[in-house]
């Protein structure tokens, strides 16, 4: 499995660098540019944005499962596009997807939790109560935090 393990920890910096350049823009304003960035990104988990957005968090799990177990890679990366299109629709003052797009982004991460390691549970534990005390408000990224 190390290979798996290499393939993930590549696969998660380079959507790290995405989503750095996609908060830089919801910084900047540009909100349509980071809306594209997102759209390759979720890309990657062989789905389209648009698409997720819209599905119920129970039918994307159903979407981002082998077998009978959630795909950890697929979940994380689509639970990260989830939360920075949360961040970047606060920004535009689309406040109405806000609340439910950070909410199926904890259910994602909370799905992904038992099928990885114990540093990446960490992790994911810490996403999972930001987003959580995040999801609470809608306008959040109006106040300065970009997630």
């Known amino acids: ?14 959507v790290s660098r995405v989503l750095a350049r996609v908060r830089d823009k919801i910084a900047r304003g540009e909100n349509a540019a980071a809306r594209d960035e997102l759209r390759g990104v979720v890309r990657q988990a062989g789905l389209e944005l648009d698409m997720v957005k819209r599905m119920s968090p129970e039918t994307l799990l159903g979407m981002l499962t082998m077998g009978s177990t959630p795909d950890p890679a697929r979940c994380l990366l689509v639970a990260e596009v989830l939360a920075a299109e949360a961040d970047r ?7 109405d997807d806000v609340v439910r797009l950070r909410a199926k982004a904890v259910e994602l991460y909370r799905a992904a939790r038992p099928h990885i390691g ?15 005390e995040r999801r609470e408000t809608a306008t959040d990224v109006d106040h300065g935090a970009t997630g």
């Open 1 to 14: 499995m190390p290979e798996r393990r290499d393939y993930l920890l590549r696969m998660i910096e380079q």
């Open 89 to 95: 629709a606060a920004a535009a003052n689309e406040g």
């Open 118 to 132: 114990r540093d990446d549970q960490e992790i994911v534990d810490r996403r999972i109560a930001e987003l959580s």
